[in-house]
């Protein structure tokens, strides 16, 4: 199975700051990989698919970037509605879909 | 509107069953690939089980023999049959629409809690 790994697990920033989140494969998955945002007591949704395709309604803030093991989730400039948790999820070889740990985002 | 319904969480005791729905909505379930995806309390995301759209099904090793998701393309519904329940199956469960071609979750329900206690 393929592992993900975050980091950092977590990250505190100020409305504003430039972000970025990192996630990094056990192998190559190509641009197999997908971003979600996850609010208290809400449930994740999705941010960007194959590594760089930012969804419809997501801000232009958020980019995805990266390829083979190494991909990263940039926020240009924090929102208050940014703070959250934020999972990366690699489709390459599946089953089993594999999610990283989780970054969470919090006010500094 | 594009949405999934959860339905059928509870509280049981270890070694019971339990059978949640997931009622679609603006799409077809047996056009696209739906994946059961949990969240334990305070946990990340694990991936539960799959079914394509041909029927073909797959299942993380930690519910492979318990779990069994199907659907009824009549009622437009999946559901995850879960048998032999233990308190590590306790967690918020997700029915989620498979993009396809990126295997992405693009449609989430507002998930259903599944407690498992004596």
């Known amino acids: 199975d393929i592992q993900m790994t975050q980091s950092p697990s977590s990250l505190s920033a100020s409305v504003g700051d430039r972000v970025t989140i990192t996630c990094r494969a056990s192998?190559?998955?190509?641009?197999?990989l997908n971003w979600y945002q996850q609010k208290p007591g809400k449930a994740p949704n999705l941010l960007i698919s194959a590594a760089s395709n930012l969804q419809t309604g997501v801000p232009s803030r958020f980019r995805g970037s990266g390829s083979g093991t190494e991909f990263t989730l940039t926020i240009s400039s924090l929102q208050p509605e940014d703070f959250a948790t934020y999972y990366c999820?690699?489709?390459?070889?599946?089953?089993?879909?594999?999610f990283g740990q989780g970054t969470r985002l919090e006010i500094k | 509107e594009v949405q999934v319904v959860e339905s059928g969480g509870g509280l049981i005791q270890p070694g019971g069953s339990l059978r949640l729905s997931c009622a679609a909505s603006g799409f077809t379930v047996s056009s696209n690939y739906m994946s059961w995806v949990r969240q334990a309390p305070g946990k990340g995301l694990e991936w539960v089980s799959i079914?394509?759209?041909?029927?073909?099904?797959y299942y993380a090793d930690s519910v492979k023999g318990r779990f069994t998701i199907s659907r009824d393309n009549s009622r437009n519904k999946v559901y995850l049959q879960m048998n032999r329940l233990t308190a590590e199956d306790t967690a918020i469960y997700y029915c989620?629409?498979?993009?396809?071609?990126?295997?992405?979750?693009?449609?989430w329900g507002q998930g259903t809690m599944v407690s498992v206690s004596s």
């Open positions: 192998q190559s998955i190509s641009r197999y």
């Open positions: 079914i394509y759209g041909g029927g073909t099904t």
């Open positions: 989620v629409r498979d993009q396809g071609a990126s295997d992405a979750f693009d449609i």
């Open positions: 999820q690699q489709s390459y070889s599946t089953p089993p879909i594999t």
